[in-house]
């Protein structure tokens, strides 16, 4: 609220330094805009500029990092038997969160009051600190930049560096995001091969990772050997691209050889509803609607299905990727040059023996590109494996039996569970770095084959 | 490709034999027989492959509109119901807090069991009482509060049958089931029987449905905070997504330096950043946001700043494409002129560039709107009765609130599971038909 206030006072600001900026810039020219270098206008954009970056990047930096100092802060003001890291101490920090705001807390002791009163006045204290700063940036960025307005000051100049300038802190947004993935991952996954080591977790073929409360339990340690859910996720990913890959290349051969553009045109945008429907949309069916129809049929014949089989979960997430198999595909064909077709069909082949025979050799390497993108697609994906798989582990190859996947272990492991030194939920971590690095391998592999193959023919 | 063709094998050479045996009449009818029954076969297969993905996509809807359209209505009875002023504010002062805290129950079983007659005993008694929804003293209790004036008067009010009711209403309990397996006794269903011949029972559209938060009792539940939720989440998705994509968009199309080995770094990044699994970037917005600068859980905001990143590679990617399809000849005009780079781009190639950029963007919120797995791991996933106020309050999304229905075991939730989905299929379908419209303009032009 504090923050929105200063951003709006910093606003007001720069209007106000707007318009001192185009009146005195007039006032230079001598009461006309002919004698200046830049317009007036840039020159009060000139003014808006020094006063508005740095107090927005200095409130950009207090916001990212005053949480972390001001916790610091009061849990080094605490008692020294109540520093040590944990639940209990995030309890004792909520409590004094609300205690500050106002609410009022749970069974709040003397020392979270206390707490609390200093939280409130360290607030307070760095709100005014930063609002202080704010203005004198603000008014001391203004003033300097209309010291600076002259006639052959080149404001436009200026202003459009700083434009660019910004455009090129958006552009660098992609790359933060990547290192903080990455960097959280291997973080956190670095944690969690501190407690559990690296060949128990790539090798091991145990999972159940429920960690006893107590530390005297039977089996409290939990075992985390992830080779079951690799295979689980094998197992789903290969069912739903059995599914996927006819499909998916017999449409797209359709489309790009035999469909009229017409039809075509009708086709193409139908099959890609399926990848617009919602992940949870296929979970909710293949839970409720496919498993048990599958169920059904196996008893018909006399087979024993499980409620959460591998099967339902793998048809539907077939489903869903078909269309990412028949666009890439349907591109990759359409590349092919027509003198290669026409050739053929010259010969007297027949259309399909020239598909057969020429085309979808001549495409295969962008089709393999194109089936290693869905693959990498039926690995990522969570919800309908979350919702339509099962949750034990189980080390098998049989579809018709209850498997589990990587994606659904690290919503089970963070879903409702909020301290994060356990190994439990490290364990998350450590298996989002996997399916990190497995996808990203497949995406790079498949996007270089592809550009190849584009080029190839261009 | 193994299989050899004999017309392959022996090229028919300038000799011409006559008599070769697979040269005679009849063996090239019987191959070009064989060889068009093989390319029918063919085609066959493709419109096959066709008819399935088309089959299942029609399938799935008409499977969740069947499931569906009756999660939109509701069984209500409709009881003239006497405000009591003795039992609701025996002190007449019309304090709200007297109002909100009083007993509305007999308000309705008084009507009810005038109707029913024989109700003796308080095991029949409750189990009649079991006809009606629980959260029917709410809607009274709403109506009081809303205007006290009713008080002492006598009002025709339709209330919320309970789930039980409901689905042997709409049919999807048999009434032929055994007692035991049913919800209803015998004895429930002769009184809601009772209740139907007086012409009291009604199915009528839910406005509840759209208008309230979750309830654990199917009956009462509405998508109305999950709708709210996702509204914030993706107004704050909009609001960063846009400008963050369009701005990344223009520098990287206009002003990167070419071959340039970060430019080259930062466009690698973003197109493997729209490949990546949906939810990594939860784990991300779990570690990063609410580990790291601690951010509220179940926040809108989170969730829209991780919907934020997600999108952002599909805003600049098909930004990109647009930008590089405004012709050269336009940019080269305005510099001509005496115009600056800035100039150029604000004044020519974004407009001209928008309504691709835009229908960019509105195929990324879409994507966004119907994203659930991120939401899980940043913890937007709660039972929350209320509807949120802003973002910062604790929200669901629509996508999370049907996973949270499809999870639970009340067989009425089955209904509203499906309706949700078919709400939230509704908005994907005008978003994306508002791209479609706007690309047909794009193009034409």
């Not at chain 1, 100049?157 to 910004?166: Q, S, T």
């Not at chain 2, 406005?207 to 654990?216: A, I």
Request: hydrophobic letters at 50%.
């Amino acid at each position: 609220m504090f923050i929105i206030l200063l951003i709006a006072f910093l606003l007001v600001l720069s209007s106000v330094a707007y318009r001192v900026g185009v009146k005195r810039a007039l006032s230079v020219g001598g009461g006309s805009a002919r004698a200046l270098h830049s317009l007036p206008a840039y020159h009060g954009l000139y003014m808006v500029c020094w006063g508005l970056l740095p107090a927005l990047a200095l409130i950009v930096v207090y916001l990212s990092v005053a949480p972390t100092l001001i916790e610091r802060t009061i849990v080094a003001s605490l008692p020294l038997e109540l520093q040590a890291e944990g639940p209990q101490r995030e309890l004792l920090l909520s409590d004094i969160e609300s205690l500050a705001v106002g609410d009022v807390a749970s069974q709040a002791g003397e020392v979270a009051r206390q707490a609390a009163e200093l939280l409130k006045s360290v607030r307070h204290r760095s709100m005014m600190g930063l609002a202080a700063i704010c203005l004198v940036l603000g008014v001391g960025g203004a003033a300097f930049a209309h010291r600076r307005i002259e006639l052959q000051a080149p404001a436009i100049h200026r202003v459009e560096g700083a434009v660019k300038a910004l455009l090129f802190l958006a552009s660098l947004v992609a790359v933060v995001t990547t290192l903080g993935i990455v960097l959280s991952l291997v973080f956190e996954a670095f944690r969690f091969f501190g407690k559990v080591s690296v060949v128990e977790f790539l090798c091991g073929r145990e999972w159940s990772p429920q960690t006893a409360l107590r530390a005297d339990q039977v089996g409290s340690s939990g075992t985390f050997g992830a080779v079951p859910l690799f295979a689980g996720t094998l197992l789903i990913s290969g069912i739903a691209m059995l599914v996927a890959a006819p499909i998916g290349l017999l449409s797209a051969f359709y489309m790009a050889e035999y469909a009229k553009p017409r039809t075509r045109s009708m086709l193409k945008p139908l099959l890609e509803i399926l990848a617009g429907i919602p992940t949870v949309v296929y979970g909710f069916f293949a839970a409720l609607t496919v498993a048990p129809a599958i169920r059904g049929w196996g008893e018909q014949w006399g087979l024993d299905v499980a409620s959460e089989s591998a099967m339902a979960a793998g048809l539907v997430m077939g489903v869903m990727i078909i269309p990412f198999v028949s666009s890439i595909s349907d591109d990759v064909i359409s590349a092919v040059p027509q003198g290669l077709r026409q050739a053929s069909l010259g010969l007297g082949a027949t259309r399909s023996e020239t598909i057969r025979r020429v085309v979808f050799p001549a495409a295969l390497p962008g089709i393999v590109g194109g089936l290693l993108l869905a693959v990498s697609r039926a690995i990522g994906e969570t919800m309908i494996v979350t919702m339509a798989a099962g949750l034990t582990a189980n080390l098998t190859a049989n579809p018709l039996e209850a498997v589990t996947t990587v994606t659904v272990q690290i919503v089970t492991l963070l879903v409702g569970d909020q301290e994060f030194d356990s190994a439990k939920t490290l364990a998350a971590f450590a298996l989002g770095l996997m399916l990190f690095l497995v996808t990203l391998i497949f995406n790079v592999i498949a996007l270089t084959v592809v550009r190849r193959y584009r080029e190839q023919y261009d | 490709m193994t299989d050899r063709n004999p017309d392959h094998e022996t090229p028919p050479t300038a000799t011409g034999r006559v008599g070769h045996p697979l040269l005679t009449t009849e063996a090239v009818q019987r191959r070009l027989g064989r060889r068009r029954r093989q390319e029918w076969r063919f085609q066959a297969y493709c419109l096959v492959a066709i008819g399935l993905a088309l089959g299942f996509l029609l399938l799935l809807f008409s499977d969740i509109v069947r499931k569906g359209w009756q999660g939109f209505r509701q069984t209500e009875v409709t009881f003239e119901i006497f405000f009591d002023p003795e039992q609701i504010d025996p002190t007449g002062e019309r304090d709200p807090e007297v109002l909100a805290a009083a007993d509305y129950a007999p308000l309705w079983r008084e009507p009810l069991r005038e109707i029913l007659g024989d109700v003796e005993g308080r095991r029949e008694r409750r189990a009649a009482y079991g006809l009606i929804s629980s959260g029917a003293v709410f809607d009274l209790q709403q109506m009081v509060m809303a205007d006290a004036s009713i008080l002492g008067s006598t009002q025709s009010v339709a209330l919320p049958m309970s789930d039980a009711t409901d689905l042997m209403m709409k049919g999807k309990i048999s009434r032929d089931l055994p007692e035991e397996e049913r919800p209803l006794t015998d004895q429930q269903l002769a009184w809601l029987d009772q209740l139907r011949a007086e012409g009291l029972v009604h199915i009528a559209f839910n406005t509840r449905f759209l208008s309230s938060g979750d309830s654990r009792s199917p009956e009462l539940a509405g998508i109305a905070g999950a709708v709210m939720g996702s509204f914030y989440a993706m107004v704050v998705t909009l609001l960063l997504a846009f400008p963050l994509g369009v701005a990344t968009a223009v520098y990287l199309e206009e002003f990167a330096p070419q071959n340039n080995r970060w430019i080259d770094l930062i466009e690698v990044n973003i197109n493997n950043l729209a490949a990546v699994p949906s939810i990594v970037y939860g784990l991300l917005g779990l570690a990063v946001f609410l580990n790291f600068f601690g951010l509220p859980r179940s926040a809108p905001l989170v969730g829209g700043l991780v919907l934020c990143l997600m999108t952002l590679p599909t805003i600049i990617i098909t930004g990109r494409v647009a930008i590089k399809a405004v012709p050269p000849s336009l940019r080269q005009a305005a510099y001509g002129l005496g115009a600056t780079p800035l100039q150029v781009v604000r004044d020519h190639v974004l407009p001209q560039a928008l309504p691709g950029i835009l229908t960019g963007t509105i195929i990324g919120l879409a994507r966004a709107l119907g994203e659930t797995a991120p939401l899980l791991m940043i913890g937007m996933v709660a039972f929350i009765v209320d509807i949120p106020e802003g973002p910062l309050s604790p929200a669901t999304a629509l996508p999370v609130q049907v996973y949270l229905w499809s999870d639970s075991p009340e067989r009425g939730f089955l209904e509203k599971t499906s309706a949700a989905i078919l709400v939230l299929l509704a908005f994907l379908i005008v978003m994306n038909g508002a791209a479609v419209w706007m690309r047909r303009r794009f193009q034409t032009r």
